[in-house]
């Protein structure tokens, strides 16, 4: 070979190793970000980020919302819309048709009873002398934290933390290292043996501080200006629920009613943004403990704050508490994001969601003549049930075991009756259903021969239903409120559950290494945040997803080599 042909061959050679070397060779370390940190305000409305927004400081959502990527028009396509199904959602980017989550709890005909989305019988709990054992169990298919496990040969890490064990299992997925949640018997975070045979050290450690008994006898008090709760109804309604072992109204001193800390002083902390103060070191625990983002395989950590629900339930969207709270809410953001910048600098994402929102309290609703209601499940149950037994007999015609169900909307009938009788099982639930209709307060129905036959996909709500709905697990009739009424034999606080968009419209900001800033006007919907960092992190996405990538919101270099999934391209 003379020297001309040697000269025209080397740039060649290059060219072809380069083309041909390995992804890790031609991808940089900090090509993937480092951490991702998925936090869920559980009950935040989207609307709190426009109410509340003069009010918060620069370094908490004020941040998230001039350098993020922030979609306003962000709702979810399924309904019930509650803990469970919101959760599994957010982490699988799938509809509860799909992930299985169809509620917080269902009949289980299998077994005869009502279980919840976690509680699981084979397991025991870790941490705590007793209590219900919860897994993943029942969730179908692959979360975000599974698939970035599977991407790394399980190198990468997933811890999930919450109040609630649903919401940390699930945020989790099967293949979550760790998933804890707070034991109000003891005042402990707890795990199951799902996860592991005892708690880790630091875990062990944090419990032994009794991060909790330190603001036994402390006084949930205003910290702003009068202007902020200006924007609230009176501070003491009858409608709300006083917190536990208090009252109604500012300043809430928390004892539980108790001498010491007990189990009703553990519950009352919840209630409290104290509670989100304490996960919020326990997150930082997690993070320097388990030396998440310090190597070069991606980690996960989720983080659900509870307390936003409890006291949202109790006091409703228009509380001087939930007021209060969401501002206490930014101030905890803003300490997340300051911890998380001085850790990994811009090396990060963190990603900003709500499982669901709330209605306002119902009596509320109704004087400001917006319809509000409390439907009484007696009362629906007493209309089913001579109905059906004026048409066919005497019953009972829905199962008596899972009557707890019909403050969900879900009557699951007596299959038994119904086959004893030689019954057509759609002529019953359409007897049931316009019985229900003249219910004051409910709006439609849905039958499950309906939902198995596709007939309601032309109708918007009857479409959030059927994203719900799951043959093996989903009731024989499903009840719709009419909006600002709910059914509930409570005669205080308030809930969700409903498809409206007081309910459905929640947040969905991007913040962090990759992303690009801006306001997103487009629709979407949480079952979209699960796709969108998987492209972030290059792995594969959720195994059920159907939510799409949200390529607007990621900068060019975060996706060259990514192929768009045929589910996820819409």
């Known amino acids: ?48 980020l426009l109410r509340f927004e003069p009010f918060f400081g620069d370094r908490g ?26 959760h599994a959602t957010i982490a699988t980017g799938a509809a509860p048709a799909a992930h299985g989550i169809i509620n917080n709890e269902w009949y289980e005909r299998e077994t005869g009873q009502v279980v919840t989305s976690v509680s699981d019988p084979a397991r025991r709990v870790i941490g705590a002398p007793s209590g219900r054992a919860s897994s993943p169990h029942r969730l179908i298919g692959t979360t975000l934290g599974d698939e970035l496990r599977l991407n790394t040969n399980l190198r990468s890490k997933v811890i999930a933390l919450s109040y609630k064990d649903r919401s940390a299992i699930l945020l989790g997925g099967k293949l979550a290292n760790l998933a804890l949640w707070f034991d109000e018997s003891s005042g402990a975070f707890i795990t199951s043996d799902y996860y592991a ?37 009176a501070d003491d309604r009858p409608e709300e629920t006083p917190l536990p072992g208090g009252g109604r109204t500012f300043p809430h001193h928390l004892t539980g009613g108790l001498a010491q800390p007990g189990p009703a002083f553990y519950t009352a902390f919840t209630f409290t943004p104290f ?105 629906v149950r007493q209309a089913i049930e001579e109905a059906v037994s004026a048409r066919f007999g005497e019953g009972p015609w829905i199962e008596p075991r899972a009557l707890p169900l019909l403050s969900s ?4 009938l007596n299959r038994e009756a119904i086959a004893q009788k030689h019954l057509d099982i759609a002529d019953v639930e359409r007897v049931a259903g316009e019985a229900a209709l003249k219910v004051p307060g409910l709006a439609r129905y849905y039958t499950r021969t309906q939902l198995l036959a596709g007939g309601v996909h032309e109708d918007p709500i009857g479409r959030r239903v059927a994203q719900s709905f799951h043959p093996a697990r989903s009731p024989d009739l499903i009840l719709i409120p009419e909006p600002f009424a709910f059914i509930s034999g409570s005669r205080t606080g308030t809930t969700h559950g409903s498809p409206y968009s007081y309910d459905a419209h929640v947040p969905l900001i991007l913040f962090g290494r990759g992303i690009t800033p801006g306001i997103y006007r487009s629709a979407c919907t949480p079952a979209d945040l699960a796709p969108t960092l998987a492209a972030a992190l290059r792995i594969e996405y959720p195994a059920n997803a159907t939510g799409r990538v949200l390529w607007e919101a990621l900068q060019p270099a975060a996706s060259p080599r990514v192929v768009p999934h045929p589910m996820t391209s819409r």
Not at 19 to 32: E, K
Not at 61 to 86: D, I, K, M, S, W
């Open 275 to 379: 509670a989100n103060e304490v996960l919020i070191e326990l997150a930082k625990r997690a993070i320097e403990s388990e030396h998440l983002g310090r190597d070069e395989f991606p980690d996960l950590l989720a983080i659900s704050f509870s307390t936003n629900d409890l006291v949202g339930h109790a006091f409703g969207p228009y509380s001087h508490e939930v007021a209060d709270l969401t501002l206490r809410t930014d101030q905890m953001v803003a300490a997340l994001l300051t911890y998380l910048d001085a850790r990994f600098g811009s090396n990060y994402i963190l990603a900003l969601t709500a499982d669901h929102g709330v209605a306002p309290i119902p009596e509320e609703a109704a004087r400001m003549k917006l319809g509000g209601r409390r439907i009484s499940p007696a009362a």
């Open 409 to 412: 909307g879900f009557v699951y």
């Open 1 to 48: 070979m003379n020297v001309i042909s040697r000269r025209l061959l080397a740039p060649l050679i290059i060219l072809v190793l380069t083309v041909f070397s390995s992804p890790a060779q031609r991808r940089s370390a900090p090509d993937r970000p480092r951490l991702i940190v998925l936090l869920v305000i559980d009950q935040f409305r989207e609307e709190y």
């Open 197 to 233: 045979n005892a708690l880790p050290e630091w875990v062990a450690r944090f419990n032994a501080t009794r991060p909790a008994d330190r603001y036994f006898g402390a006084r949930w008090e205003k910290s702003f200006p009068e202007a902020v709760y200006a924007l609230a109804a």
């Open 61 to 86: 959502f004020r941040r998230l919302l001039t350098y993020g990527a922030v979609f306003v028009n962000c709702q979810y396509e399924h309904a019930p819309t509650v803990t469970a199904p919101g």
